[in-house]
């Protein structure tokens, strides 16, 4: 059975930071990219960052790019989403989700992900 289990979640205060991480198991996924999406209530699940198994391409959205870093660990099936300078508005749902390219995500959204995780909860206070 395939699982993507997220943790690292919590609440932060602003200017903060927070490191997600997201465990793999169930099949073999270095022919898969691996991306975080976010979800803010009431609003789309948004694409945020995706990274090749390899670690050499990763790719970020614009409003992340320069705050969060993510980075993987092949020895542990493990995926990090690094979340520096939090805002506000980074609060979400933090979701981990497997595509079949670097880019699917970033191009197709959430319809491109082949597996996902149930989330984990970000919360940034001002």
């Known amino acids: 059975q395939v699982q993507l289990v997220e943790s690292g979640g919590g609440l932060v205060q602003a200017g903060g930071s927070l490191r997600l991480s997201c465990a793999a198991s169930g099949r073999t996924f270095s022919n898969y990219a691996m991306n975080w999406f976010r979800q803010a209530p009431g609003k789309e699940r948004d694409f945020v960052a995706a990274i090749t198994w390899s670690g050499n391409t990763t790719l970020y959205a614009d409003s992340v790019k320069g705050r969060f870093t993510i980075s993987g660990d092949n020895a542990k099936n493990t995926v990090y989403l690094q979340m520096n300078s939090l805002k506000p508005e980074d609060t979400a749902d933090y979701y981990c989700?497997?595509?079949?390219?670097?880019?699917?995500?970033?191009?197709?959204?959430?319809?491109?992900?082949?597996?996902w995780g149930k989330g984990t909860l970000v919360t940034v206070s001002s």
């Open positions: 989700a497997a595509g079949s390219t670097i880019l699917t995500g970033q191009v197709f959204g959430r319809a491109g992900m082949a597996y």
